[in-house]
Each structure stands twice: as C-alpha cells, then as structure tokens.
Nanobody, 125 residues
Framework: QVQLVESGGGSVQSGGSLRLSCVAS?????MGWFRQVPGKEREGVAI???????TYADSVKGRFTGSRDNAQTTMYLAMNSLKPEDTAMYFC??????????????????????WGQGTQVSVSS
C-alpha cells in the first residue's frame, strides 16, 4: 500500500505564496491535490498524470502550478496570489489511470484510493 506524506502548509496573507510537497512511498500513475473546508465536499485542485498532463480547477488556474519529480514519487503544488477563499485543508492523493478516460486522471476524489493526512493552508485578508 502506497503511503503519502504532505508538508508545506501554513498561514500567509492574501497575495502570498506557499509550496506544498507530497512524498509517496511508491508509484501510482495519477497524483493530485485536493482541498476541503468543513461542511463542504473535497475539491480537486490539481491532478498530475505520470505523463505530465496536469488538470486544474478553474478557481486556481493561473495561480497554482502542480508538478512531479522525475521519479514520479514526489509531487509539488506552488500556490501564488493566494486568496482567503483558498483557505482549506489540502490533501495529497494518488490513484490509477482510468480506462474510461483513455488511461488519464480525473478530478473526482472518488477515483483516488490513497490519501495523505492533510496540511492546513490559511490565507488572511
């Protein structure tokens, strides 16, 4: 069973930047960042396939950049121009490529079977 460990969360002011990291103990094709606030569903933020294809939520396009290292076991999320509405618990997740998506990755949390413990990001106005 692959295990994931996130790091890099913290508190910043609006307009600031943070970089999250996720280290995986093994390889899975799809890795992604999700976020959740109390009372709401977990939201896909950035999904990165092993082929480098990255999908972003509309709310973070142009501000967040996801990447994976060459070994495909460490994933990063560079978050710039942070807004108070980005405040959430951020989770790293990993899963298999989906045949229904042409062996691609989805933004649906239900398609990911491995999760990290989460790291809090707080953005003040």
């Amino acid at each position: 069973q692959v295990q994931l460990v996130e790091s890099g969360g913290g508190s910043v002011q609006s307009g600031g930047s943070l970089r999250l990291s996720c280290v995986a103990s093994g390889y899975l094709y799809c890795m992604g960042w999700f976020r959740q606030v109390p009372g709401k569903e977990r939201e896909g933020v950035a999904i990165i396939g092993a082929n480098g294809r990255t999908t972003y939520a509309d709310s973070v396009k142009g501000r967040f950049t996801g990447s994976r290292d060459n070994a495909q076991t460490t994933m990063y999320l560079a978050m710039n121009s942070l807004k108070p509405e980005d405040t959430a618990m951020y989770f790293c997740a990993a899963g298999r490529a989906l045949p229904a998506l042409g062996y691609g990755c989805s933004l649906d949390a239900g398609d990911f079977g491995v999760w990290g413990q989460g790291t809090q990001v707080s953005v003040s106005s």
